[in-house]
């Protein structure tokens, strides 16, 4: 926990101790907390704007600690622990205390402020926080003639108004009251901007505002006071005038630096301003593609399933066009990348520079992990697609199948709860009674029969929810309502047969033909609502071998016609004859069977029904084996192409790794032939183009596997765009060879030695030499090689600590090992052609002999070096030198 007062800041103390109690005054009032809540804010909306952001109100932008951790992050150059993005309390105290605790790592001692008055927009702990880092970042390194901070800040002023009269700066609070001090630090650097001898002391209001409005307009420094409020206040407030007045310090302080530096050749200035250049944009290229992929990487891993097929159609499209538009021009930008870093390390080690390091995370091995982390995702993606796609499928085949299932059902329940809920036994006669008993007992057969509907409705809803279909709610609560209903309709079926049995023992006589049509026609009767379900049943298959399943399945089911016919004859026949018992023995019966409700005409149309839906099925049974003979023909083209193409992939591959082991010829021989090589490469682009066609159509046709190859679109693409990223890392290879030959002087002849001997270490055949090699090289070259002089050798050839050392990294070595260099005669004869008979060079001799751009970059690069002592403005030769190449053999 990190805290720290209003008034007692470890930092102030060293400053101000003798205005404590002026302080603790102010704390009560409003006037000192509107002047500091202005300037404050404007301060850090400065810097923040530097970032792309501002504040509005300073207690409250701060409270999540974003903002807070970016300002120190500008005003630092720094980077802060990484914040929490969560919006919780515990999150927003969580940046905060990462906050504190980079203040506290800069040496400021913090008393009582705590993370939480921050989060909870304690205007005047927060007001005392941003002083604390005003002080420090803005105030404390001000060194005057000795002393520093508010001091140092105190006797600059003294130092620049002193020619001015009406200006006494003894302080920071009333000696600003009549504005002529800040309009004479104004006049003194910049005279042009301010007419001093129109200003009036008895005008405060005036000199303010101009000063204000001048430094705003002219000097990039934001309007932090308000002329009427220190008009207005006995007392200004003395953190808001000394903020302010720093930021005057600042903005004049670096036009004051002598420009002390000295320039080498012009030459030299160019090298070094376009290897600069490189870096930027190295920087920037990797900036802009590493920010591709953290965009795209989320995009990636989003998994939200929708809801419907023509949804998830539409994700795989995208998905589609991201593979074929957007990527490919990415994976061009990654090749030229590494092209370009390796350019510039070449040309680095040709003018005797270090080597480029990029900034954190920027390096080749960052920009391929996370190249390969977008891979991943991108794999990942696709797989969840084609998944999301058959569980769609599934559930739209099993919600139409429940639907079937349940209008069925409620159809055949429709009225059976009136029906068991009648007492017409009551009252009826006893043939009667018999019949109803029977017609009771067909009724539970019946019953019994439908169970297992009722179980396969509650299967499928349970399987539909498993599979997080996006209306379950309403199908759970079709299914309950079928359930309670069979429930209800089991404890009304088990009530009437037990007031039938009570009756049972006055009934005699039963009619047995009209028992047994109604026990024959109802399984009769389900067996062809089943045949009628099982007919219109959709299907789903994905390969030749299931549709001709199902095929022999419906064969099956064909042959078993002619006996459900003869059966169907049978229930007819039973019917017949009860007709014909009616007619003989004038039998009452109202011309209905009371046990059944079925009827010889329903028999006969679902039994038509099922005889029309045959042919039907038949037709739809043909139309999907065509479509997978067409799907058969499809992955059999794709793989036709795909097993050829794969081979000559890896064969290509194979080819350049020989090349670039075994080269032969000039390097301008060897270039032409890559390049060749290269272009035979390209050419070969179409038939990629025709195999991303045909993949095309087999995802149109949802064919998601081919047992005709190993190789998928994926595998080909991936092959394809790294044998264009190696030939043309090879032939870089190559182009940087001639750029260190033309430079060191290197013969035809050496650079064959030098492959020789490297191709002889190179025991794994990999293009590169490993560290343990390279030594026994060295060693069998005469080298006496110690543990520090091996390691010097290492961090030359191998900057960036892979373990490797490149042909490329070889041959700099060997001809800066045998290279006469000259450089430091040249520094020398340079410094002598400008410093004459001095053992110095003059700032102004460089400014006259020197371009103004060159110039001043000279100006910029020496000036954290010192010359002669007594000669201002000069530098001798080893401050010349070591500006310009920094710690080297000069």
């Not at 999150?91 to 205390?97: D, E, G, L, P, Y």
């Not at 009826?428 to 019946?446: M, P, R, T």
């Not at 008979?837 to 102004?844: C, P, Q, V």
Request: with cysteine.
């Amino acid at each position: 926990m990190h805290a720290c007062t209003m008034e007692e800041y470890d930092d102030d103390q060293k400053y101000m101790p003798q205005e404590d109690d002026w302080d603790r005054d102010l704390l009560l009032d409003p006037a000192w907390e509107k002047q500091q809540r202005k300037t404050f804010t404007a301060w850090c909306n400065s810097h923040l704007r530097k970032a792309g952001t501002q504040i509005e109100n300073i207690e409250e932008d701060f409270r999540d600690g974003l903002k807070l951790m970016l300002l120190l992050e500008v005003i630092s150059g720094e980077r802060l622990a990484k914040p929490e993005r969560g919006k919780m309390r515990v999150h927003k105290i969580s940046n905060v205390n990462k906050a504190l605790d980079f203040i506290a790592g800069k040496g400021v001692k913090l008393v009582s402020i705590g993370a939480e008055e921050i989060v909870d927009g304690n205007a005047k702990m927060t007001l005392g926080m941003i002083w604390t880092i005003i002080l420090r970042f803005a105030i404390q390194d001000i060194s005057v003639e000795e002393t520093s901070a508010k001091e140092g800040l105190l006797l600059w002023c003294q130092r620049k108004t002193a020619p001015y009269k009406n200006v006494n700066i003894q302080n920071f609070h009333i000696s600003w009251k009549d504005g002529l001090g800040f309009c004479a630090l104004i006049h003194r650097h910049r005279p042009e901007l301010i007419d001093y001898g129109k200003l009036r002391k008895d005008d405060p209001m005036t000199n303010l505002n101009t000063a204000f409005d001048v430094a705003e307009k002219y000097l990039d420094i934001p309007k932090m006071l308000d002329a009427e409020d220190i008009i207005s206040t006995l007392r200004p407030d003395e953190k808001a005038v000394m903020t302010y007045v720093s930021c005057y310090y600042h903005a004049f302080s670096g036009k004051q630096k002598a420009e002390t530096a000295a320039n080498r050749i012009c030459k030299v200035l160019a090298v070094n301003q376009e290897n600069e250049q490189l870096m930027e944009d190295y920087e920037k290229l990797a900036s802009d593609l590493l920010e591709w992929i953290r965009r795209t990487i989320p995009w990636l891993e989003n998994r939200l399933p929708e809801n419907t097929m023509q949804a998830m159609q539409q994700k795989l499209e995208d998905f589609r066009d991201y593979r074929r538009l957007h990527k490919p021009p990415k994976v061009q930008e990654k090749c030229q990348l590494e092209i370009n870093f390796n350019t510039l390390q070449t040309k680095l080690r040709l003018s005797n520079r270090p080597a480029f390091m990029p900034s954190e995370g920027k390096m080749v091995s960052d920009i391929n992990n996370a190249w390969g982390s977008l891979e991943g995702a991108e794999k990942g993606y696709e797989e969840w697609l084609l998944n999301e796609i058959r569980r769609l499928e599934r559930l739209d085949h099993l919600a139409e199948k429940f639907r079937q299932k349940a209008a069925i059902h409620e159809a055949w329940t429709e009225g059976k709860e009136e029906m068991l809920q009648k007492s017409d036994y009551e009252t009826a006669s006893l043939s009667e009674i018999k019949a109803l008993l029977k017609k009771h007992e067909a009724f539970e057969s019946d019953l019994a029969a439908h169970q297992d509907r009722v179980e396969q409705i509650a299967a499928i809803a349970q399987e539909l929810n498993e599979l997080d279909y996006y209306d379950s709610p309403s199908v759970n609560a079709r299914c309950q309502r079928i359930c309670d209903q069979w429930d209800l309709l089991g404890n009304l079926t088990q009530t009437r047969n037990e007031a039938l049995q009570r009756t049972e023992k006055l009934l005699e006589t039963i009619d047995q033909l009209y028992l047994e049509f109604a026990k024959r026609a109802a399984p009769f009767n389900n067996w062809m609502e089943g045949a009628m379900e099982d007919l219109q049943d959709t299907f789903i298959v994905h390969t030749i071998e299931e549709i001709q399943g199902l095929s022999t399945a419906h064969e099956q089911f064909k042959a078993t016609l002619p006996e459900a016919d003869k059966e169907r004859q049978a229930i007819l026949g039973i019917h017949n004859e009860i007709s014909k018992i009616v007619q003989t023995y004038h039998v009452n019966m109202a011309g209905t069977n009371p046990y059944t409700t079925i009827n010889p005409q329903e028999v006969n149309a679902k039994w038509d029904k099922v005889r029309q839906l045959v042919p039907q099925r038949d037709q739809a049974l043909i139309e999907e084996h065509a479509r997978q003979q067409n799907n058969e023909r499809l992955r059999r083209q794709f793989a036709n192409q795909a097993n050829v193409i794969g081979p000559w992939i890896q064969t290509k591959m194979e080819e350049i790794g020989r090349i670039s082991i075994e080269m032969h010829g000039t390097l301008e021989d060897q270039l032409t032939n890559l390049r060749q090589y290269e272009k035979s490469i390209v050419n070969y682009k179409p038939k990629i183009d025709q195999l991303e066609g045909d993949h095309q159509l087999i995802q149109e046709a949802l064919i998601f596997d081919n047992k005709h190859t190993n190789y998928t679109m994926e595998h080909i693409r991936v092959g394809w765009e790294q044998l264009l990223t190696t030939i043309a890392r090879t032939i870089n290879e190559i182009e940087n060879q001639i750029l260190t030959r033309d430079a060191k002087g290197i013969s035809q002849e050496q650079l064959n030695e030098f492959r020789a001997s490297f191709n002889h270490f190179d025991r794994k055949r990999t293009g590169n030499m490993e560290a343990e090699d390279f030594k026994t090289c060295l060693i069998s070259m005469g080298y006496n090689l110690g543990e520090n002089e091996f390691s010097r050798i290492m961090s030359i050839v191998d900057p960036n600590r892979m373990g490797i050392v490149t042909f490329q990294a070889f041959i700099d070595f060997m001809s800066r090992e045998t290279a006469d260099t000259d450089t430091a005669d040249q520094v020398m004869a340079s410094f002598k052609v400008l410093a004459g008979d001095k053992n110095y060079i003059l700032a102004d001799e460089l400014r006259r002999e020197l371009p103004p751009d060159q110039a001043e970059y000279c100006m910029a690069r020496m000036a954290p070096y010192t010359g002669p002592d007594g000669v201002p403005g000069a530098l001798d030769y080893m401050s010349f030198s070591t500006a310009l190449y920094g710690e080297s053999d000069l």
